[in-house]
């Protein structure tokens, strides 16, 4: 099993930035891939991105690409998402997500459901 350790979160204005991280621990061997999630108040978890964690390959939900990043830091083992252009409906909480089969994590990135290990989320509030 994997554990993961969000943090970056935090309240921010209309049109601002924020970097998310994670962190993985224990069982990361089996975790070939990391992804990105949110979930606003009422709403559905969706997914946001992808990427394989030996780095290359990802993926951005349409939706989010041009304002979110997710990339990985392979010497330091940390996933991070980068956050610009802020919206109000951006408010959310934010999840990474670890999975041992790449196709799994896409269809999970692309419903917003399916199996992985979570993290506990970091909340990202966009307000003026």
């Known amino acids: 099993q994997v554990q993961l350790a969000e943090s970056g979160g935090g309240s921010v204005q209309p049109g601002g930035s924020l970097r998310l991280s994670c962190i993985p621990s224990g069982d990361t061997y089996s975790r070939c891939c990391m992804g990105w999630f949110r979930q606003a108040p009422g709403k559905e978890r969706e997914g946001i991105a992808a990427?394989?964690?030996?780095?290359?390959?990802?993926y951005t939900v349409d939706s989010m690409k041009g304002r979110f990043t997710i990339s990985i830091d392979r010497a330091k083992n940390i996933l991070y998402l980068d956050m610009n252009g802020l919206k109000p409906e951006d408010t959310a909480m934010y999840y990474c997500?670890?999975?041992?089969?790449?196709?799994?994590?896409?269809?999970?990135?692309?419903?917003?459901?399916?199996?992985?290990?979570w993290g506990q989320g970091t909340q990202v509030t966009v307000s003026s």
């Open positions: 990427i394989f964690a030996a780095g290359g390959t990802s």
């Open positions: 997500a670890a999975n041992g089969s790449w196709p799994s994590l896409l269809k999970s990135v692309m419903t917003g459901t399916g199996p992985a290990d």
